[in-house]
């Protein structure tokens, strides 16, 4: 295949600037428009006094730009007694985050790997209950888990939250990892198994190298929910262990209490800063690893 | 020979099973322990704390005797088609043209994606803020010169509906967009080439021989947009907390509020168990489909 | 005041850091959910007092309170109570109470005094077959009216409205100036709360008690009853069309400019004038009620002590109640949070316009009546706010809405 082949991939109708490629740029456009409004409302309501944001021009540019609410949401915004601001909370999500990706995935593969070629019997039906399992609203499993961690001594500790972690990311890890699987050829597998390998050779020496792509993907998916969890951060952390979307809910909600809205603002980009920047460096990976088949089902 | 092969199969089940057992005990423990727990507590009365005494069918009765719940349902029935429907087809699109070798690809995709990572407690309020017909797009349109623009769905009971799907929508297309971009990426060169030499034009292509190939990638996302109508609640508590009045209630909400603010465990849970059944109903028979065709097809 | 309260802040540091250094005095861990600027500061005057007092607070704050009593909760049954839990001066508790999962305070009452000083409606809550099973820490009234001078000037307001009528024509007036009459936030709390208005402003004292005390079919299908209906729902005309979920404070916010005239929500409505540096009879206006015979509606935290029988918590336990009952604290904690002291017998003498106002109502003791959740329990509460709500956004004929009601009483 000669390069001069490989770069006339499409029909070279849309490589010109014609009308039609000036469609894509212009739907594009568009939709980058419906996508940002909501971040320039905030980025521009962040940057605010509190007497502009009253006038209620949500889209006004701010005639006094403060940097105030920015300083503020980081170092000195009320979350309780204490007025130091959400970053209290960040080390704790990131000793929650790193295992709570880590095991996930690797039981996750496991699982996956289990599944698609091993396929002992009775497997499928606890899978399909596992599925089932995902649709359940997190807040109706909460009372019997807490009962059961209390009972194991868990509750309220770092390793307790992880615990918890694992089990509610379980269906969408296997989930990801089967579908990977089945897209692998069985004739490796089972070449593999001719070769004398057993389980756990097999997917520690085979399996899990070929995976990366896929590790990629559930690794980048796992660290952005875990961390911008909050609910099961609040009831399974455990005091000393509280993630940051605790103190970023505390800065924002309140019942009766005021409300400083460019303070609010602030801290939320603040707080969804790390996500951000996993997708933004990552996200050629994210693309390429489900390319490798991952999707395919 | 065969006593051999025997050994070898039942040694092989056993390994397989053993790497399984954190799954198989999340599974019975962590699901089918707390599905049944709920379902023993939907029977009986329970207030704040979980109480043994029996009432039978009374909760659920109760359930559906109450507006709130039966409008939560329909209200999530069409969400869900909705929300799903809009998110496959705007993910698709933006994949499709983000694919066209577009110039600045990665800031196109982290504006797309960028809504996801972002938690929907101060997004919500944003939405609200945009959405309201004094302060937001309709009064920006109006401002511009176009006096008669209305926009006031989220204040209106029967529209309102639609804009926790505008908002949503906005938050989970992305990932969308990502997964169908990287299904899109695995379609083979030659396709396209045979495509080009055979004079199809690029949009046939994509809607007759691409969009088949994407099937599977369709199924995962559609488990996991299903999932999540499902689960709405963020966006409608910090959007418009059920309102005006009770017009955008969803079960999930319903279900919080009943377990926590109420202290009402019991019809809680028969809430749940009735939400569940209704997703077990609807997907479970897909999800049977689609295992037994996988495992057909690598068999 | 403020000075002194700094210097008291570094006594209390230094103090606190002594006693850490000296193998600390008991230690409280407190889940609460104040977390904003001004309540921040409301109980860090408890935590100082506390510390002043020997002990270590050990803040475990919640933001919004039904995610915090969840918390308390789940904390409870799971194994690993805190020393004190934040809940309000309601049945929220009960269940607690009858399911022994809270220590009582006997004795720090007894101390204190608790049955002379605390009014009739508050005791009513915590004492609890005989016992305090709840410190209560403040008073907050849902249902004041404020409104905005500048707006009533615009609209040639010249006086106050001195009774119901005069409200619905003063309102009448400001909608003819172009100004929004009634700055409203459209969630079912706060739909709840001008319905509460209503029903102790126009229907009174003793139908409100029949309603929501005694639950008393009659009087909730009385033609009586039907005008307090007919009233709240003749107020939603006056609020302008972007209020269905709008935040309260964005409603104050529209006093505050000067685009609205009146809203009808609770003393803590002070904390975001105070943000905008308005002042009280300068800026805007606080109603608590019209007529001699209004009454003053109380709703308000409480804490509760999770049962546990190590001596330090107790100990921890007890002190914490009694340091928050103190009335140099009372006061101190309900000026920064809106709220009047729940003890009825401290100085008062340098509290605001407003919280002066209540006070004077808060005299009579016919007058304190207690908010709805004070009567019903949660799960009723709840029932009650959803036919509230619905006939606030529907067009329900009010018949239909009076026996909805009594259905929803009668869980």
Redesign the interface.
């Known amino acids: 295949m000669t390069t001069a ?2 770069q ?4 070279s ?3 010109r600037l014609g009308p039609a ?1 000036v469609g ?2 212009l ?2 456009l568009t ?2 428009v ?6 320039y ?2 980025l521009v ?1 962040s940057f605010k006094t ?2 502009e944001i ?6 006004a540019l701010p005639v006094s730009l403060t940097l105030e609410p920015w300083v503020q949401a980081w170092t000195s915004a ?6 130091n601001g959400i970053r209290g909370g960040f080390w704790n999500s990131v000793w929650i985050v790193v295992p709570s990706t880590f095991i996930p995935i690797l ?1 996750g593969a ?2 996956g ?4 070629f ?4 009775g ?2 039906a ?25 009972s194991l001594g868990l ?2 500790t770092l390793p307790g939250i992880v615990l918890i972690h ?2 509610f990311s ?1 269906p ?1 890890m ?3 990892f089967r ?1 990977y699987y ?1 897209s692998i050829p ?1 004739e490796l597998f089972k070449a593999a198994r001719i070769d004398g390998g ?3 050779r097999i ?1 520690a020496q085979l399996m899990l190298p070929m995976s990366t792509p896929m590790i990629i993907v559930a690794a980048i998916m796992q660290v ?1 929910g875990v961390w ?1 969890d ?1 609910i099961l951060g ?2 399974f952390a ?2 000393d262990n509280l993630p940051m ?2 103190q ?14 460019n303070v ?2 602030a ?3 603040l ?2 800063m790390v ?2 920047i996993i ?2 460096v990552s ?2 990976w ?12 | 020979m065969h006593m051999k092969v025997h050994t070898g199969h039942v040694l092989r089940t056993l390994v397989s099973w053993g790497a399984l057992l954190p799954m198989a005990v999340t599974v019975i423990v962590a699901y089918l322990g707390t599905v049944l727990w709920s379902l023993k507590i939907s029977f009986t009365n329970s207030r704040t704390f979980p109480s043994d005494e029996l009432v039978g069918f009374a909760q659920y009765t109760r359930l559906f005797a109450n507006e709130r719940w039966v409008l939560s349902l329909q209200n999530l029935a069409l969400y869900g088609v909705l929300f799903i429907a809009a998110c496959l087809a705007i993910g698709f699109l933006l994949a499709v043209f983000i694919d066209q070798k577009v110039k600045g690809e990665g800031l196109f995709r982290t504006v797309f994606l960028y809504p996801y990572a972002m938690s929907f407690v101060a997004t919500g309020l944003v939405w609200q803020w945009l959405l309201n017909p004094t302060n937001g797009l309709q009064q920006a349109v109006r401002q511009m010169g176009f006096e008669d623009f209305t926009f006031d769905w989220i204040i209106d009971q029967d529209m309102v509906i639609y804009t926790i799907v505008i908002a949503t929508v906005w938050q989970a297309s992305g990932l969308v967009m990502a997964l169908m971009l990287a299904g899109l990426r695995g379609v083979d060169e030659e396709i396209w080439k045979a495509a080009r030499l055979d004079g199809i034009p690029t949009w046939r292509v994509y809607l007759s021989i691409v969009l088949p190939m994407l099937g599977p990638t369709i199924a995962t996302v559609l488990v996991l947009l299903l999932t999540a109508v499902v689960k709405v609640f963020d966006s409608v508590v910090s959007m418009t907390q059920g309102g005006p009045g009770t017009a955008s209630e969803v079960p999930a909400k319903f279900i919080m509020d009943h377990l926590f603010g109420r202290a009402n465990i019991a019809l809680a849970s028969a809430g749940s168990i009735v939400l569940l059944l209704t997703v077990v109903a609807l997907v479970a028979p897909f999800i049977y489909a689609r295992s037994r065709a996988a495992s057909k097809a690598s068999a | 005041m403020r000075r002194t309260m700094k210097q008291f802040g570094v006594l209390s540091v230094l103090m606190a850091l002594a006693g850490v250094a000296h193998g600390a005095g008991p230690q409280a861990e407190v889940i609460h959910w104040w977390t904003s600027g001004g309540e921040s500061a409301a109980v860090r005057t408890f935590s100082e007092a506390y510390t002043a007092a020997g002990g270590v607070w050990v803040d475990t704050a919640i933001a919004v309170g039904e995610q915090a009593r969840s918390v308390a909760v789940n904390r409870i049954v799971g194994g690993t109570p805190p020393a004190a839990a934040q809940f309000n001066t309601t049945k929220q508790f009960l269940d607690l109470v009858e399911q022994g999962m809270l220590n009582n305070m006997d004795d720090v009452a007894a101390k204190q005094g608790w049955d002379k000083v605390l009014p009739e409606p508050v005791l009513n809550v915590v004492r609890v077959k005989g016992h305090f099973y709840a410190a209560p820490v403040d008073i907050h009234m849902p249902t004041w009216f404020w409104y905005s001078k500048a707006a009533f000037k615009r609209a040639g307001i010249a006086n106050e409205p001195k009774s119901v009528d005069e409200l619905f024509a003063a309102l009448d007036k400001l909608r003819a100036a172009g100004l929004i009459p009634l700055a409203h936030g459209g969630q079912p709390w706060q739909e709840s709360i001008v319905f509460t208005a209503m029903l102790a402003n126009v229907g009174g004292s003793e139908l409100y008690l029949k309603v929501l005390r005694d639950r008393d079919a009659k009087a909730i299908q009385s033609p009586a009853f039907k005008e307090v209906l007919l009233a709240y729902k003749r107020l939603q005309g006056y609020v302008d069309k972007g209020a269905p979920g709008r935040n309260w404070n964005d409603a104050t916010a529209l006093l505050i400019t000067g685009k609205a005239g009146v809203q009808i929500i609770g003393d803590w409505a002070k904390g975001e004038f105070s943000t905008a540096k308005q002042v009280p009879e300068r800026d805007y206006g606080c109603i608590p009620g019209f007529g001699p015979k209004s009454p003053y509606i109380i709703q308000g935290d409480a804490f509760v002590f999770p049962k546990t029988s190590n001596a330090e918590t107790v100990k921890a336990q007890k002190l914490l109640a009694e340091v928050m009952l103190t009335p140099a604290t009372q006061v101190a904690f309900s000026n920064h949070k809106g709220s009047i002291p729940v003890r009825m017998d401290v100085d008062v003498s340098k509290m605001d316009a407003c919280a002066q106002k209540g006070l004077a109502i808060m005299k009579d003791k016919s007058r304190q009546l207690g908010n709805g959740e004070v009567y019903l329990n949660p799960d009723q509460n709840g029932a009650l706010s959803d036919v509230l709500t619905a006939y606030w956004n529907r067009n329900i004929p009010v018949e239909k809405v009076q026996k909805d009601i009594a259905a929803a009483l009668s869980n």
């Open positions: 082949a490989i006339h991939r499409k029909p109708v849309i490589r490629r894509v740029y739907f594009l939709a980058s419906f996508f940002l409004m909501p971040l409302i905030m309501t509190m007497d009253r006038l209620g021009n949500i889209f009320c979350t309780g007694v204490s007025c039981l496991m699982n790997y289990a599944l698609s091993w396929r002992p019997p497997a499928q606890l899978f399909g209950v596992l599925m089932v399992g995902a649709f359940i609203p997190v807040q109706v499993m909460m009372f019997p888990l807490v009962k059961i961690m209390g509750f309220g694992v089990i379980m969408v296997t989930l990801l579908n089945l069985q057993g389980f756990f997917f952005t911008n909050y609040l009831v455990g005091r979307t605790v970023l809910n505390n800065v924002i909600n309140t019942t009766t209490g005021t409300r400083l809205y609010n603002m801290a939320t980009i707080t969804s996500p951000l997708y933004f996200g050629r994210f693309v390429r690893g489900i390319a490798a088949g991952a999707v395919k089902g």
